[in-house]
């Protein structure tokens, strides 16, 4: 199954920054950027929230019915003429629910990473957030998972073998700052250059984010 950041480098992924940065005005490097770290930490948090049944089923229900890719279909109508506003506000209700208090920290984490302040990370995440619902709704479809029990070995799978354990603690060290406002702090040594381990995403991020 191929991972969330090999779609990316997809054409498909292609299309879906250079939109995102279109209707955002931000950067478009800058937008990739965000992505790359962003859309897997949504999806761990995904993945935490379907670890109990009543999280599962929830999401597995948004992706039967709301999301179930054919937001991915018509991507040239979708940013063309600016990104509905129910859209954006989809994407808020999405974040909101998968990162719950965490949103501000993880928002602000990646503003300093990418050089964007969190108010652009923020309008960023509102148009990417229903895109990665789609994505992951396409994927059940075609991994023909039709329960809550699977939802979180497709999301397992997404993540990507190669993750290990470094990239694993890189996600749950963000997801697991307290939000306070001291959550730059929290893992400063991992995403801003003071990780010895050079593997897995925070050798990538280290390589896209300024530390070549």
């Not at 997801?175 to 959550?183: I, K, N």
Request: aromatic content about 2%; overall charge negative; glycine content about 18%.
């Amino acid at each position: 199954m191929a991972g969330i950041l090999d779609l990316l480098n997809s054409d498909l992924g292609k299309t879906i920054i250079s939109g995102v940065s279109g209707s955002t005005g931000a950067d478009q490097s800058k937008t990739s950027s965000v992505l790359t770290m962003a859309l897997p930490v949504l999806m761990k948090a995904m993945e935490r929230n379907a670890s109990t049944p009543q999280g599962a089923e929830g999401l597995m229900s948004a992706l039967s019915n709301k999301h179930d890719g054919s937001i991915l279909n018509n991507l040239g109508g979708l940013f063309g003429g600016g990104v509905d506003d129910n859209v954006k506000q989809d994407g808020e209700k999405i974040l909101s629910h998968v990162l719950g208090a965490k949103q501000q920290g993880v928002e602000k984490i990646l503003g300093e990473k990418s050089g964007l302040d969190a108010g652009s990370v923020a309008n960023i995440l509102k148009v990417a957030a229903p895109i990665l619902m789609g994505v992951l709704g396409n994927q059940a479809k075609q991994q023909n998972v039709s329960s809550s029990n699977g939802i979180g070995d497709l999301l397992g799978g997404m993540l990507g073998g190669s993750s290990a354990k470094n990239e694993q603690s890189f996600l749950e060290s963000i997801l697991d700052a307290d939000g306070d406002g001291s959550v730059i702090d929290d893992v400063a040594g991992m995403v801003l250059g003071g990780s010895k381990n050079k593997s897995g995403l925070g050798g990538l991020l280290g390589g896209l984010f300024g530390g070549k």
